[in-house]
């Protein structure tokens, strides 16, 4: 994507408070260039502000890397995007963020439906207490997508290939999932957020909690997915995001800094606080 699309665009909006947040609606639905297109996002946790205006386009089928120190609104920008914020006490969120062009913040979106479309990976691997098998067929299940034996097995099969783990469980789809190795629960956990066809994948810093063999893996696997999936990937390690993300935003104090091709992000900064922190100058 060029850089044109991930400026920021005017948008008129109105405010509509909801028991949980507040969330500015706009009045006009705008068709966003990205497959995600943020306005303006501010989020707010009681009286600290902890995302000040941000607005950045997340193009289809790109891995986009959010990086910055820790404690920057990395988390908590990804979270607005499937509304996992909404589930935090406290927690405000304002502005605009449109998927495919329609704001996600609608009252009238079914926040089930829309983490369907938008899964989450997290941190730490944490496959459900159920087998390999119900892990993956877990989220078609509830979403009436498959009922059939022959499709739940269906949908396994493909769900764990795509996610790179089928030859290593075939033979044991019965045994629990909390049994396999960091990794291959990390892999699990994929395959569990890919079963339920999503457009976009969020993923929490994957691989912190795994060893340099898994985590590996999972960036090989990350470049397949995107073949697939819009992915965005929040990751304290500059390295990794420079490996596997085509876009790359630097957060700082709440604030988004600098967004654009990674390459230039990592080689040619325009920002000098961008500059300072891939230096390793702070952080
Ligand atoms: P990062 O992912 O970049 O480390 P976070 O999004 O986790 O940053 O945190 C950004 C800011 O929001 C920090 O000041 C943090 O303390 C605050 N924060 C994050 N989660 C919560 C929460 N659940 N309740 C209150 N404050 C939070």
Redesign the pocket.
């Known amino acids: 994507m060029s850089e044109a699309a991930f400026a920021s665009k005017e948008e008129v909006s109105v405010s509509e408070t909801t028991s949980e947040n507040t969330v500015e609606q706009p009045q006009h639905s705008v068709i966003g260039e990205g497959k995600f297109s943020a306005r303006d996002v501010h ?1 707010f ?2 009286d ?1 502000e ?2 000040k205006g941000v607005d950045l386009e997340v193009e289809s089928h790109k891995v986009t890397a ?1 990086i ?12 607005c995007l499937n509304r996992m914020n909404d589930t ?4 405000r969120v304002t502005g605009d963020i449109l998927l495919d062009g329609d704001n996600i913040y609608d009252p009238k979106v079914d926040v089930v439906q829309l983490r369907a479309r938008v899964g989450m990976v997290f941190q730490k691997p944490n496959p459900f207490p159920k087998s390999i098998f119900e892990n993956v067929v877990y989220g078609p299940k509830i979403h009436g997508l498959a009922t059939r034996q022959d499709e739940l097995e269906h949908v396994a099969e493909v769900s764990l290939k795509r996610a790179g783990l089928w030859d290593e469980v075939s033979d044991r789809l019965d045994t629990p999932g909390t049994s396999l190795s960091g990794g291959q629960q990390q892999r699990l956990c994929i395959a569990r957020a890919i079963a339920v066809s999503p457009e976009v994948i969020l993923m ?2 994957p691989c912190s909690a795994l060893d340099p063999i898994a985590t590996a893996r999972i960036e090989e696997l990350i470049d397949e997915l995107r073949e697939k999936f819009s992915i965005v990937i ?1 990751t ?1 390690s500059m390295q990794q995001a420079a490996r596997v993300s085509q876009k790359t935003a630097f ?1 700082h104090l ?1 604030e988004l800094v600098e967004k654009g091709e990674t390459e230039q992000i990592f080689t040619n900064p325009r920002e000098d606080r961008t500059r300072d922190y891939i230096t390793g100058r702070f952080g």
């Open positions: 989020v946790y009681g600290n902890a995302i959010l910055g120190p820790s404690g920057c609104g990395k988390s908590t920008f990804l979270r935090i006490d406290g927690c929490d810093e929040v304290h957060f709440g």
